[in-house]
């Protein structure tokens, strides 16, 4: 297991995504409550800067009207002709 600073905004589910986009699979971070995190991983080097890098976004965000309207099947236009506008 290797160990790293804990960055300020940890979101473990984000971290695991980026580490995964420069090809470090992580099933599990270790939050050790002093500071530090840990997972295994070959490339420390490579998983440092990530982790490093890592601005984790620990608030969910309001969703946009268009947002609103995708998981609808719908768009912006749809609304404006449904609309008449």
Do not use: Y
């Not at 500071?35 to 420390?44: A, H, L, P, R, V």
């Not at 890098?53 to 946009?64: I, M, V």
């Amino acid at each position: 297991m290797k160990i790293f600073d804990k960055p300020a905004q940890l979101n473990g589910a984000e971290l695991k995504v980026e580490l995964s986009k420069v090809g470090i699979h992580v099933t599990e971070i270790f939050d050790f409550a002093d500071g530090t995190i840990g997972f295994e991983t070959d490339d420390q080097t490579k998983a440092a800067k990530v982790v490093k890098d890592h601005k984790g976004n620990t608030e969910a965000k309001e969703p946009t009207v268009a947002d609103k309207l995708a998981s609808v099947g719908l768009n912006l236009d749809d609304l404006r002709a449904a609309l008449g506008i």
